[in-house]
């Protein structure tokens, strides 16, 4: 009897496989870039960027693979991706993240949700991919609230998480291309199957929140055929200056050192190490290793600027240029907004939130602003029904609301 050999066993096998995933059956859309028949790396080498990157446009997809967040098992079919992106600096980057497609949906009428993920910390092991396996992403309720309207939900990871390199954290020069491009990516990979015509919303809260509204400033001119129809944000960090005023020596110090991380990451040339003691170097570089957000409030509570320093970086005028160029407002959203704030927010502080809403509102956009009596943790669950209610009836076309 002849034998077969192995390699033609497992590539059958294999063949099998992706036909039980549905990847071979898969069609893309019209006018989709094919993203690679094969799925993988498996490892965490997934998260390492191809060097040098390959050629092509933001939101093309460089790989991905099945995966299966815990919390979404049984309601989506999801799909891990790298895709193309664009830095801070204008130019190209990789981004990871998650595309999940609801269960008994057809993908080809599902709107779309850019969900913009909170703080997740500087670690590798924070990874909003990675926590989503786990079932432990806080951001969970509202990616639930869409796939159970039918939604397709595309979460970013944002830049920088990989085994090798640092989160741009809170840089929404960044973060705004990251949201939109997931979105792309989630339309340009075959199996998902989704429109390039579905409507499409920005969501997020906290960094998620700032993220989102970087997106919706950021699309008419960066992804002006993503038909976009509305952007929720939460806990908006608008103003990284004044919201740095109410972090520094209190409980959220841990966000303020992390936000020096990722805008070091994001603009080398701030060289950070520079400004730093050696307190600092060791304890920010412990961050960078195992910090996730637990350990950024449990650790860094109530510490101060001039403990890590030997010279305050922020009133620098380096860094001063590259807190304004990540400043909310200069090109206010084309689309309605909701925009939603903890009354009594001891982290991302409420009256720099209200001066965007009030430059929006001058600037004609069709926003509607609310609070709730919660602190900042507890604000995403207070929005979260009624940031929800806004996304179904924007989706349905109903008109949106304004008390501009």
Request: proline content about 8%.
């Amino acid at each position: 009897m002849k034998s077969v050999p192995l390699r033609r066993v497992l590539s059958a096998l294999l063949g099998v496989s992706l036909a039980a995933l549905g990847v071979v059956a898969a069609s893309p859309p019209a006018g989709a870039v094919a993203a690679p028949i094969l799925p993988g790396p498996f490892d965490d080498s997934f998260y390492t960027a191809p060097s040098p990157l390959p050629a092509g446009k933001p939101g093309d997809v460089l790989r991905w693979r099945p995966t299966v967040p815990l919390l979404n098992a049984a309601n989506a079919d999801a799909w891990q991706v790298m895709y193309l992106s664009t830095n801070a600096q204008g130019r190209p980057d990789a981004v990871t993240g998650t595309i999940l497609v609801p269960k008994g949906k057809d993908p080809a009428t599902a709107p779309i949700v850019g969900y913009a993920v909170g703080t997740q910390g500087p670690a590798f092991k924070c990874t909003a991919s990675k926590a989503m396996e786990r079932g432990t992403l806080y951001d969970q309720p509202a990616i639930n609230d869409s796939l159970s309207s039918g939604y397709a939900v595309a979460v970013t990871d944002y830049e920088g998480y990989s085994p090798t390199t640092v989160p741009t954290y809170i840089t929404g020069q960044s973060m705004g291309p990251a949201v939109i491009d997931s979105v792309r990516a989630a339309q340009n990979l075959p199996s998902a199957r989704l429109a390039k015509s579905a409507k499409v919303i920005f969501q997020g809260y906290s960094q998620g929140g700032g993220g989102s509204m970087w997106a919706g400033e950021k699309q008419p001119t960066y992804a002006p055929e993503l038909n976009v129809v509305g952007v929720v944000a939460g806990g908006v960090p608008a103003d990284l200056t004044e919201v740095a005023k109410g972090l520094d020596g209190y409980v959220g110090f841990g966000f303020l050192a992390f936000a020096a991380i990722g805008l070091d990451a994001a603009y080398p040339d701030l060289k950070l190490d520079s400004f730093l003691n050696d307190t600092g170097r060791q304890q920010l570089g412990d961050a960078e290793k195992n910090a996730c957000v637990a350990e950024l409030l449990l650790n860094y509570s109530f510490k101060k600027i001039s403990d890590y320093t030997t010279t305050n970086p922020l009133s620098t005028p380096q860094w001063q240029a590259r807190l304004a160029q990540n400043e909310l407002g200069a090109n206010p959203p084309r689309v309605p907004v909701f925009q939603y704030h903890a009354s009594t927010d001891e982290i991302v502080n409420t009256p720099q939130a209200e001066t965007l809403h009030r430059a929006y509102c001058a600037a004609g956009v069709r926003e509607q602003w609310q609070t709730y009596i919660s602190d900042h943790a507890t604000g995403i669950l207070a929005g979260n029904a009624d940031a929800h209610q806004w996304i179904v009836k924007r989706f349905n076309g109903d008109p949106a609301p304004t008390n501009c």
